[in-house]
């Protein structure tokens, strides 16, 4: 059996070229070797029949719960359900139980991942031990093993000094830092943003300008070492100047969101629907807007689900209890199409912040339509209307807020190293 595949009369969605045409890719040896060339007599060939063909989605942000909570997700399952979405590299967080905060908590998640997940694996570790914030993980030990970042997640540090130290230390080794732009006091306890709906409803909150606060903690930090610095998610339009700022002085300093602030607003939580409850909680519908546009000028860089598992027993509690997160990988991609069936986004500019990005930011070779660049591919078609039914989602966990939604867009197969994995 040939291992050259030929997909022909698909869009090629180019978010590195910037262009949305018809065309075709020749793949083989697990890399595209061609672009708009004949196929190959050996070649298998598929027709694209007009469905939009792009490079697989670098999903950054990935909870999977190996080690400690596979009864909320395991490899397995998380490679299913990226397959299904068209996400064909997982990059995943260090927030397990225990973290991956040592060389062998991370060789152990690159082999369960290697043997277990349908797509690729590309793992965070923790910036402290145990995701405390007192004591500096062994950097140089967990970059050897394969971190492609460092990041305590949703655990801000709250010792300016420790973080300043660790910052310094990733500087000298070239290791970029993910942090969580929040002032860890005023959001602690939070379960909505401040404003008129969360106080109608009597919801413990934190003020929008807690983001910008920890944006500006984090970019002074960043100007003082030098350091490659992302900010997983900014939610907020009281955040996006500093951050103007901070690129146009020249640091070296990206910024991610999530899909559900990118397409839900405060208002969506209704009556206390639990499912709607993430991290940091969702915004008013102007700071939406606001993080749209970003998204569309390339002030944000990237698009994430931050997928995060959570069962029954954690959600079905009262909101301001309730585990926060949401599942994303199945619905990442619909999700996203809902801002270009707005007008708000091209395919092109998607697939930019979905998929080149990250590809980018992390140094893999993923993202992108061009010869030589692996084969990870997502074909999918745009329009196909469907009533999403989280009991039909491969994840484990079901806790999705777009249960029963009316959505747009269908993955038709995913390829991961010229290789089908869905479809």
């Known amino acids: 059996m040939t291992d050259t595949v030929h997909i022909h009369g698909a869009r090629l969605i180019d978010p590195e070229a910037g262009t949305d045409a018809p065309g075709s890719l020749t793949l083989s040896g697990g890399v595209i070797a061609a672009v708009n060339a004949p196929a190959p007599r050996s070649a298998r060939v598929i027709d694209g029949a007009g469905l939009c ?12 719960g190996e080690p400690g909570e596979r009864h ?54 923790a910036l402290t031990r145990a995701r405390e914030g007192r004591e500096m993980v062994e950097m140089a030990f967990l970059m050897d093993a394969g ?7 949703t655990h801000v540090t709250r010792n300016t000094r420790v973080l300043s130290r660790c910052l310094t230390y990733a500087r000298s080794l070239g290791a970029l830092v993910v942090t969580h732009p929040q002032d860890p006091g005023l959001s602690d306890g939070a379960a909505a943003t401040s404003g008129k709906f969360a106080a109608l409803r009597g919801l413990p909150t934190v003020p929008a300008m807690a983001e ?4 500006d903690r984090d970019l002074a930090l960043a100007e003082m070492t030098g350091v490659r610095l992302h900010f997983d998610q900014i939610t907020t339009a009281a955040a996006l100047p500093a951050l103007a700022r901070a690129r146009k002085a020249g640091l070296d300093v990206t910024a991610g969101t999530s899909i559900h602030h990118l397409t839900l607003n405060e208002i969506d939580v209704g009556d206390w629907r639990s499912f709607f409850r993430v991290t940091p909680p969702l ?33 079905r509690l009262p909101f301001e209890v309730a585990a926060p997160g949401a599942v994303g990988l199945e619905t990442i991609l619909p999700a996203a199409l809902r801002l270009f069936h707005a007008g708000d986004l091209t395919l092109p500019q998607l697939f930019a912040a979905l998929a080149l990005n990250p590809a980018r930011r992390l140094g893999l070779a993923q993202g992108r339509l061009a010869p030589g660049a692996p084969a990870d591919l997502v074909l999918f078609d745009p329009d196909a ?23 747009q867009g269908k993955v038709r197969a995913t390829f991961v190293g010229g290789a089908p994995v869905f479809g």
């Open 53 to 64: 063909l792009a490079p697989g989605i670098v999903d950054w942000g990935v909870k999977v």
């Open 72 to 125: 909320k997700e395991s490899f397995r399952s998380a490679g299913l359900a990226a397959a299904a979405g068209g996400v064909t590299t997982l990059v995943t967080r260090p927030d397990t139980h225990p973290p991956i905060d040592t060389p062998e908590a991370l060789e152990f998640v690159a082999r369960r991942a290697r043997e277990a997940s349908l797509v690729r694996v590309v793992p965070q570790a």
């Open 147 to 153: 971190a492609a970042a460092f990041t305590d997640g």
């Open 212 to 215: 910008r606060m920890g944006v």
């Open 283 to 315: 915004r008013s519908e102007d700071d939406r807007r606001a993080t749209v546009q970003a998204v569309a000028d390339g002030l944000i860089d990237v698009i994430g689900s931050f997928h995060t598992p959570q069962d029954e027993e954690d959600k």
């Open 385 to 407: 209307p469907f009533v999403l039914d989280r009991a039909t989602l491969r994840s484990k966990s079901k806790n999705t807020p777009f249960d029963l939604q009316r959505m």
